[in-house]
């Protein structure tokens, strides 16, 4: 089945510096993936969407300078988050959508990363 | 964004018995898909169940069966014999293929079932 993995799965930083997140899609090329951020006992809010070669099409009320996206590969995406504070501090989950193959409703989930600013 | 609303923060059900969550949402569109995600303690996201508006027949995949009906917006998870294994949150999704498709996620139900 389709694999995503996410490194790194935990994270700890101090507050002003940035972090980059990887989102890999492990046996499928990834036309299309998503970002979102899970604050604890809440739900999955989508930060934005990124197609490979594109810029990220972001959520209303998401800072796009804050949080980078780059998808420069059908297998790889990235969500850097810069300038870190306290704030940032949630888990950061990514979904993969194989256009290419896939059914057009499957998204396949990375296992999240939990990422802690100080 | 899409609006998907679920009711019932927390429900507990007692092992081998049967529940069912709620799931409502909001939209003006014919074409989308609906579905149910279990995210148990280690987080990830695994998919329950999907239906697709246009299919009037609701989804079954074992356990697991669903009561959609579109007129009313209303999306419930059926969870027949209840194991312990099934303790987890559950999310409610809802996703426009034609918008892209990005998935919009209810709030959750933390579901527990108990021995």
């Known amino acids: 089945g389709a694999v995503v993995s996410q490194h790194p799965s935990w994270v700890i930083c101090k507050s002003g510096t940035s972090v980059k997140i990887e989102c890999r899609s492990l046996d499928f090329q990834a036309t299309t993936m998503f970002w979102y951020r899970q604050f604890p006992k809440q739900s999955l809010m989508l930060m934005a969407t990124s197609n490979e070669g594109s810029k990220a099409t972001y959520e209303q009320g998401v800072e796009k300078d804050k949080f980078l996206i780059n998808h420069a590969s059908l297998t790889l995406s990235t969500l850097t988050v810069t300038s870190a504070h306290p704030e940032d501090s949630s888990f950061y989950i990514c979904s993969a959508r194989d256009g290419l193959a896939g059914p057009g409703w499957a998204q396949y989930f990375g296992p999240g990363t939990r990422l802690l600013v100080l | 964004a899409q609006t998907v609303t679920q009711s019932q923060p927390e429900m507990s059900v007692q092992e081998a018995e049967t529940v069912t969550l709620s799931c409502t949402y909001d939209?003006?569109?014919?074409?989308?898909?609906l579905f149910w995600y279990k995210q148990p303690p280690s987080r990830q996201m695994i998919l329950v169940i999907r239906q697709e508006a246009y299919k009037q027949q609701n989804a079954t995949e074992n356990r697991f069966s669903v009561n959609f009906q579109k007129a009313a917006k209303s999306f419930s998870l059926k969870i027949s014999d209840s194991q312990l294994g099934d303790t987890a949150m559950y999310f409610c999704a809802f996703m426009n293929p034609n918008t892209g498709n990005q998935f919009y996620f209810g709030t959750g139900t933390s579901l527990t079932v108990i021995p």
């Open positions: 939209t003006s569109e014919s074409n989308y898909y």
